[in-house]
Structures are given as C-alpha cells and as structure tokens.
C-alpha cells in the first residue's frame, strides 16, 4: 500500500480542493509556457470571457505585456498592480470572483535552464500559476523545515526571478496540528508570501465558522477516479487511511478551506497583500491572521452601523499595518456604496506622526500631514476626497492637537453625504483625556465620523476607560496568542547584582555625606551615582552580545530622569565612545588575532540621547533610524521612545525608573518584537517593577478573565519458541490496543498527541520488536502465525512512530543546541568576569493565566466519563485551588503557582482525554463501551489482557446493537432489557472469548450495559 505524502496529504488535499471549486487540470495535455508557467490556452479563454470586447489578438498581446511584467526585479509588484487592476481589461474578475477559471495542478516544473524545482500542488486563475502549496508527510522530523530553506534557497536564484514574481501565496504543511510551545515551526501548515530573500512564515488560525455543507461541492466519484489514475495511485482508492484523510477538518484542508474558498482568496488577493519599502530593501508582506479577521470585524461592525469601536492587539501585533490594510478595504467597501471615504490616522506625538508617515509611505500611500491647526480646519472642510492628482490611495496622519474649535464641519453646506470621514486613532491609552478640548473636538470635528481605536493596553480605570470614550471591542489579540504564533517574544525581567547594589548604596551615602539631604532626582543624576550603573549596564550588554555571539542587538536605557540622561550619555562618550584616534589604531593593527577582534566587535561604542529638548525634530529622527539601522549601540532616553517605538534589533531594556499602569506594559514590550532566533526580549530591572506590574496585571486579568533500546532486546528474540512468539505476540497486541492498527493515518494522528518520548520510545521498541518477530516466524516456518497479527501493517506503523519520535527528539535537541551555543560562545570569548543576578525571570501576563484556565475547564468538559476516578481526582484539585479563592491573585510569584497548578491539571486531563479518545475509537467512537470497559478493568480480577476484554465486550456490542435497532421499543421495557443482555453477557464473555466470570461479575457487568443504554435513551448523564 501507498503511505507516503502523495497518497497522505498531496492526493487528498487536490481532492478538497476541487471541492473548493477548482477544476483539476492533467498536465498531460495542457498547454502553458515553461518560462512564466503560464497556461496560455486558459489564460486567453478566460480573458476573453471577463472581458467581452476583447479579440484574441488583442488577449494574446495582453498576455505578452503580463508576461513582460514577471522580468522586473520588483518582487513581482507591478504585476500584481496589473492583476488586482480593476479599471481597463481586467486579468481577474474581482467584480464577480466566480466569473474567473479555477484550476488545480499537481508537479508543474518550474524551470529555467538546468534549474528547477516542483511544487506539489499549484493554483491556477485564469491560468495564472498564483498559489502553490508545498506538503509533507506528519511527523517527518526536518520536512518542513527543509523545504522551508529550500525554497529560500531557491527563492534567492535570480534563475527563478519570474517564479517568484507571479507568486503571491506560499502555503507548506506536514498536516499536523500547530504546538504552540515549539522553538520552530515544525508541525503545522504555514503561509507566506514570497521574498528574494527570507520568506515569513505565518500561522492560521480561522475565527469564523464555516458552513462546510454549503460552501463545498459534493464528492465526486469520477473526479477523484481520474485524479488517482492521474498520479497512479487508484490502488489508494479504498484504503482507509485515504478516507481519514479526505476529512474537511484535517489541518491542511482546513487552512485551504480558509485561504482559497473562493470569498477568502478573493479578498487575500484585493486587501491581504502589501509591498513595504524596508532599510533592506523591497519586502513583500501578506496579512496576518488577526489583521484578517479585525479588518472582517470592522466590516461586521459597519454593516451593522455601530460607527465606533477599539481594536484591542498586543504590541508588535502590527496596528499600522492593519490601518494601511483598512485603507484599501474600506475605499472598495465604501466606493461600492458611492461614498468616498478619507482617511485620518490620529497620534499624539510628533515622533509618532514621524513614525506613522514613515511607515504608510514605504507602503505605498501617499501620505498627508498637517503643520498647523489653520491647515486641519481647512482640509476637514474641504470636500474633495484626495491631496493628491494622480489618485493613489492617501491617508492624513495629524496630531490630535490640531483638532481645534474651527476644526469642524459648523453648518449643514459644510456636510457632504457622499464623503465619510474615518478616524484611526493610535494608541487610545494615552491622552485622550475626556476633560480636555482636544477630544472633544475630535469628536465634534465630523459626528458622522468613523472612529477605531487602536491599542494594546486599553485604559481600564474609572477616570478614563478607553471603552467609555470609544466604544466596545471590535476585535481583540492578545500577548499569549501573539507569542504562540512568534510574532512577538516573552520577556524576561533581570534583577541587578547584589554587588553592583552595594556600589549603588556607597555612591548613594558619600553623595549624602557631602550634600546633604537633596532630592533622588539629583542624586540619581550625580555621576557618582551614574558612573557605576553605566559601567554595569556597558558591562552586561556586552557580555549579552558575546553570549548570543551577536553584535547586531542594541539596548536602550530608560532614565530617571533627563538630567541622569544627559549624564549617562556624557560618560559614555568620554568613557566608552570610539573615537577616530581608535579608528585609526585599529586600521594599524590588522594583525590582530581573530578572536581580539571578535571580541572588540561585541564593544559598546555608539551611543545617542533622545530627549525633547535636545537637538532638532530632524536630527533625533535621523538618530532614531541610525538605531533601527544598526548603527548606534544603545539608546539614553526619559519619556521619549517609551511606546510606539519599533526596532527589532531592541533586545534588552534597562529600566532605571518606575513606570505605571498601561506605560508600564507599553514600555516593557518595546523588546518583544521577534528578531533572528531570540526566544525571548530582556528587561534589566534597577527600579523593581514587580508590585507595579502586579497591579496592572492585575487590572487586565480582571478585564479578560535511551531511543531504541538496549541492543541485547535485538539478540534475545532468536531464541523464542513457538509458544513464546506466539505470547509475544499477544503483548505486541496488548500494547497496541488503545490505538487504531487498522487505519495508519489515524494511527498517526494518535500518536501525534503524544509529546513524552518516554512513551514513544516504548511504542517504538514494540513496533520494532513486531518486525523481529516476522522475520522469525519466516526464518523457521510458523508461517501460520503470519495470521495472528498484520504483520506488514506493523511495519507502516513502526515508521510512523519512529518518525514522531525523531520529531520529538528534535524539538529537545533545538531546544538543547540553544544552550550549548550560548555557553560555548561564552567559553570561547573567554569572559573572565560575570555579574552574578539576584533573580531572573519571566514576566508572566494576566491572559495567560485566564487562558490556561479556559483551557483546564474546556478539557475538563470535554471528558465524557465522569466517572472515572482519575477524572473526579482532577476535578477536586481544581476545585481546591477554586475554594483556596487564589485563581485571582495576580503576583508574579503566585501567579505562577497556579498557572504550574493549572498547567499540571490540563496536562493530565489532556492525557486521560486523549487514553479515553483512544479507547473510544477501539469500540467505534461508542463512548458507552469506552466507560463499560473503563469499570471492568477498575474493578479487576477478570482478565489481564485488554484486547481480551475488548474482544468480548465489542461482541456484546454488536449484537446489542442489532437487537435494539430491530426492536426500538426493546430501551422502553428495562427488566427484559436486562434478561436479555446477561444472555449476551454470557455468551461473548464465557463462551466465545474463554473469560470465566461468576455471578457476581456476571452482574456487575450486564447492569453496567444495561445501565449504560438506558442512560442513552432517556437522555440521563452516564
């Protein structure tokens, strides 16, 4: 039998997707061109369908000039420009998405020379080769990671240079569920978008239901006939493990139902996808999954005329992406409806309006500003829609504070129906005050005016509560889901040194001595006091960097005050700083050893001040984007760059004052933007944050609520007797028996939720003793034991298991290779002095608590045998930590008490849920049996082989089963019920399966059955 990534996941996700509506086209008689993989003949078809007025001439030049597109070095953005065109001859029929030609292929070369490669699967529009999907079989332990630096790889050959540029979507899977708690995306199905670089992987996870009845065509015999002989595999046709996988819900189904139903595609290929101007170059983005389904939410929200509303997203989550995404959407959404919609992205900063121009511009908008409040009133009265003349979509970004008085529409002249305004307003944590003018005016500046808040810490106080000033939720994300799909990273809080603390307390009394009682501002600023916090925070950045063997980080320190900033930086620069006399004794001395080098590479020696009051608006923007650009070491600033500030290469945060409330959150998550292989940002704590971040958690909790065995095992097999082979078997059996042996996909998909190797490694071990077995009973002739167990079966189910294994084995030496590099880089740079910490540890948000809860209660629900001892056991020790009234306590120490307490009970909840799913599939997914079986083996005494049990008992089953479906009134009469099953009972027990019971056990058992269908129909819980 087939079992490999063609017959497991290639074959039936063409088939779900012809479901979808895409017709399968054999590339044994299509026609396309090899240096664009263009179908022509359907290219040219379907052109002329979507546009009636066009020859075919005139398709075919139209086809030569789309073609001419694919050779710029552009990342293929003037040919998307071309397809998502809507004026002119269309390419894509976007007005009415049906009216398009949907294919499916399956190995089309991609070629250029002696180059080539073959995705798996390819999407075709109107012929367009748009989307290709890339799969693997589950648990193959490097698969996904391969092909992902294959494609980079190939994606990087300017040979490919065309391929690349009509792609607009890349999906690869394994068809397994995601593991949140992976260092790499190694299981799951993941989507990008193409670079000539580095592809961004993305997770997806669907937030709307879909009607699976409606949206997908029925099956097809002669569809999937003619597929299967396509790619040879008709011998798959009734397997059961091909039927398993052409389950709608299976992973790669699911994210395909979710991408490429054809509404969803549609707006991927319109709204989804972005081309941003970056330091690096031309980068080509495609929305994130919140950012779908918050721009969808919107939508929601519009239709039902709620007119205001927050987007709640955590930092690093993207909200300038998500407005720029809006922008594009809400213009169809509105010119749909002739309204033309402008657009305002409200800040209350200038560097942020700096910032926000910064990064709609590289998107491709263009871009208006304010520079006085005389200016706002008179655009916010203009009636034209655009600054621009040559149409290009725009968006204003002002400052709150130019929304005057005047800045209003004051009569009814003023009004014009076929304009809507839309306000994003940044950050609505921050100073919006509703006793002050400036939101007041905002307010009366447009009543018809759309308003959508945009923030990751919403303010939750009674003064200001951002809901109360700008409506309920419309979409929210938050820190645990954003760090589960890597777009951002957990933090880590850092306690200084208990000797460096000593430092700080003798500068702090010679200071006192000598001056007297002055103010800790003044003292804090005193360089006796700030020489050796600088010297320790030089010190331990350097050796962060040597650690990570990564010069590239930069840090930034957070002052008391702009006086101790100022001074931080003076020392720097008179301590620390390179200067050009360095320079020019490094160029002298090129013979260096590498490792001095190396070492010096790691050096603090750039450093700038951001402070209001120091240099021009132009010179701390030029700064700024010298830090994001890698070329300033670290940072000094007091309130500036606080929040709203993004560089990536920001790993480690000194923060030497106290911030509250919602800046605290702001500022702590300036480091939690993912960068290369970082698992986590730093936050070096001199002004003990802990009671403050404790209070403000507190705050939005309450808002959200040995691998193969000892070698000897291999030996001792070649002297088995019959009898003991025939025993061995039996175990084998034994071990199997809660797992589906019949059907390896399910099999897979079992084993797949086993994360303990121990457990796996035992599996193993089993399976590869089957396949020592085998080749014994044919060394000496037992053939007729060939029949006591699907030999041949076990060996598909060794390789699964050993593939998963391998899997897990990867995932812990990722996670080991981590360390050992960290502390080989150490070893090797040859750092003799260390700072020894007082504490490090993670910063543990209030959500992750509320979610690990939902998690506990869901699986606990989940579970349908009450009854089971090991559940009730559970259930009580949620109910202790219930009745200790300590869920709600939200310091970090005990927080994270009860999150490992939670975290313990859903692991073993998990794992009796996922024993009790195993069984219940033994007996047909019959939950009855599941518990029947459950207080037998409880009880005892009857049998020690399960498999024996279950071999009676699902006997039991199947004629009870007969008799009630031929006799519905039989569940209506109990006492005969009764008479009749102890007959069953009997029977299968004694006399089929050779289990002696007496009467007792005779009872016990048939008053679980009895019981057990009763409950059922009368609708009463088991």
Not at 74 to 103: C, M, P, S, V, W
Not at 243 to 266: A, E, G
Not at 413 to 435: A, G, M, T, W
Request: negative net charge; hydrophobic residues 35%; glycine residues 4%.
């Amino acid at each position: 039998m087939k079992f490999n990534e063609d017959s497991r996941v290639k074959i039936p996700s063409i088939l779900h997707l012809t479901r979808l509506g895409y017709k399968y086209l054999s590339l044994k008689n299509a026609v396309w061109n090899e240096e664009t993989n263009i179908f022509t003949d359907v290219f040219i078809k379907s052109i002329q369908n979507i546009n009636h007025d066009l020859e075919e001439d005139e398709a075919k030049r139209l086809l030569s000039d789309v073609s001419l597109l694919l050779d710029n070095e552009d990342l293929g953005k003037a040919f998307y420009e071309r397809i998502i065109q809507k004026t002119g001859h269309k390419i894509i029929d976007f007005d009415n998405f049906e009216n398009n030609i949907f294919n499916v292929v399956t190995e089309l070369t991609y070629k250029n020379g002696d180059e080539n490669f073959r995705p798996d699967i390819i999407l075709l529009i109107n012929g367009l080769p748009l989307v290709f999907i890339e799969v693997k079989k589950p648990n193959n332990k490097e698969g996904i990671i391969d092909e992902r630096n294959r494609i980079i790889r190939r994606f990087q050959n300017k040979k490919f240079r065309r391929f690349v540029n009509i792609t607009q979507l890349m999906v690869f899977s394994n068809n397994m569920e995601y593991d949140n708690d992976d260092i790499d995306t190694v299981q799951g199905v993941f989507y990008a978008s193409p670079s000539y670089h580095k592809p961004v992987f993305n997770y997806f996870r669907e937030e709307e239901t879909f009607n699976l009845d409606s949206l997908l065509l029925p099956e097809n015999d002669d569809i999937e006939n003619e597929i299967l002989k396509d790619n040879n595999l008709v011998i798959i046709k009734h397997s059961p493990e091909f039927l398993t996988n052409k389950n709608p819900n299976s992973p790669t189904n699911r994210v395909s139902t979710s991408l490429f139903s054809k509404d969803r595609l549609s707006f991927v290929l319109q709204y989804a996808i972005a081309y941003v101007n970056e330091s690096t170059g031309l980068q080509k983005h495609i929305m994130r999954y919140p950012q779908l389904f918050a721009t969808k939410a919107i939508e929601n929200k519009l239709n039902e005329d709620t007119r205001k509303g927050i987007i709640w997203h955590t930092q690093g989550s993207g909200k300038t992406a998500l407005t720029y995404y809006n922008v594009k959407f809400l213009t169809d959404y509105f010119q749909k409806q002739n309204i033309i919609p402008k657009f305002y992205f409200i800040v209350d900063r200038l560097d942020l309006l700096i910032q926000s121009k910064r990064e709609f511009a590289s998107r491709g908008l263009t871009v208006h500003t304010v520079n006085s409040r005389d200016e706002f009133v008179k655009d916010i009265k203009s009636k034209a829609a655009l600054h621009n003349e040559r149409g290009n979509a725009e968006i204003t970004v002002v400052n709150i504070q130019k929304f005057s008085e005047d800045a209003q529409i004051v009569t009814e002249q003023d009004y014009d129906i076929n304009i809507q305004r839309i306000y994003f307003l940044d950050e609505v944590h921050r100073s919006y005050n509703p006793k002050g003018s400036f939101l007041a005016n905002l307010e009366q500046s447009d009543k018809n005016a759309i308003k959508i808040g945009l923030t990751g810490t919403p303010l939750l106080g009674n003064d200001y509560n951002s809901k109360s000033l700008f409506g309920d939720y419309i979409h929210k994300y938050y820190y645990n889901a954003s760090i589960a799909d890597g777009y951002t990273l957990k933090l880590i809080r850092e306690e200084i040194a208990s000797n460096y603390k000593m430092v700080l307390e003798n500068a702090l009394k010679e200071i006192e001595v000598l001056q007297g009682d002055i103010s800790k501002k003044k003292i804090f600023a005193d360089r006796r006091f700030a020489e050796p916090m600088l010297d320790y925070i030089v010190e331990d950045f350097e050796n962060f960097r040597i650690t990570y063997d990564d010069n590239s980080v930069g840090a930034m320190v957070v002052c008391d005050s702009s006086d101790q900033a100022k001074m931080l930086f003076d020392i720097f620069n008179s301590k620390y700083a390179e200067n050009e006399n360095a320079v020019l004794d490094q160029v002298a001395e090129e013979n260096e050893s590498y490792n001095i080098k190396k070492k010096d590479s790691f050096k603090l020696k750039t450093a700038t001040l951001i402070l209001h009051d120091i240099g021009t608006k132009d010179e701390r923007k030029s700064e700024v984007e010298d830090f994001k650009d890698g070329k300033i070491d670290i940072l000094f600033v007091y309130n500036m760059l606080l929040t709203g500030f993004d560089a990536k290469r920001l790993k480690k945060l000194y923060l030497g004052r106290l911030i509250k409330k919602h800046n605290l959150l702001q500022t702590l998550t300036r480091v939690n933007r993912t960068y290369k292989d970082y698992k986590y940002g730093y936050v070096v704590d001199f002004a003990d944050i802990s009671d403050e971040f404790k209070r403000t958690n507190e705050d939005y909790f309450n808002e959200l609520q040995a691998e193969n065995g000892d070698e000897l095992e291999s030996y001792k097999n070649l002297f088995l007797s019959k009898e003991e082979i025939e025993e061995e078997i039996a175990d084998i059996k034994e071990v199997l028996f809660h797992f589906d042996t019949l059907n390896a996909e399910i099999f897979s998909q079992q084993i797949s939720e086993i994360s303990d190797r121990k457990k796996m490694l035992a599996l193993v071990k089993t399976l590869g003793n089957a396949k020592s077995l085998y080749n014994l009973i044919r060394l000496f002739g037992h053939y007729e034991l060939l029949d006591k167990i699907d030999f041949k079966k076990l060996t598909v189910l060794y390789r699964e298991a050993n593939n998963h294994l391998q899997l897990l084995n990867q995932k812990e030496a990722l996670e080991n290779d981590v360390d050992t590099t960290n502390l080989l880089n150490v070893a090797l740079e040859d750092v003799i002095f260390m700072f020894n910490k007082v504490g490090e540890e993670e910063l543990v948000l209030a959500d992750q608590l509320k979610d690990t809860l939902r998690k506990t209660r869901e699986e606990l629900s989940n579970n349908f045998d009450k009854k089971d001892p090991k559940f009730i056991s559970l259930y009580e020790e949620l109910e202790r930590l219930f009745k200790k009234k300590k869920l709600n306590e939200v310091t970090q120490d005990e927080m994270k008490a009860n999150i490992g307490a939670l975290k313990e009970i859903h692991a073993k909840i998990l794992e009796l849920n996922r024993q009790n799913k195993l069984l219940q599939a033994k007996y047909n997914n019959d939950p009855k049996y599941c518990r029947i079986h459950k207080r037998i083996v409880e009880k005892g005494g009857l049998t020690q082989r399960e498999s024996q049990l279950f071999e009676a008992l699902q006997s039991v089953k199947n004629e009870a089963d007969l008799q009630v479906i031929q006799n519905s009134r039989l569940l209506q009469n109990e006492g005969y019920l009764d008479k009749m099953m102890i007959k069953l009972v009997i029977n299968q027990f004694v006399n089929q399966n050779k289990i002696k019971l007496n009467p007792e056990t005779s009872k016990f058992i048939n008053n679980l059955v009895v019981q057990e269908y009763t409950n059922e129909f009368h609708g009463r819980t088991a």
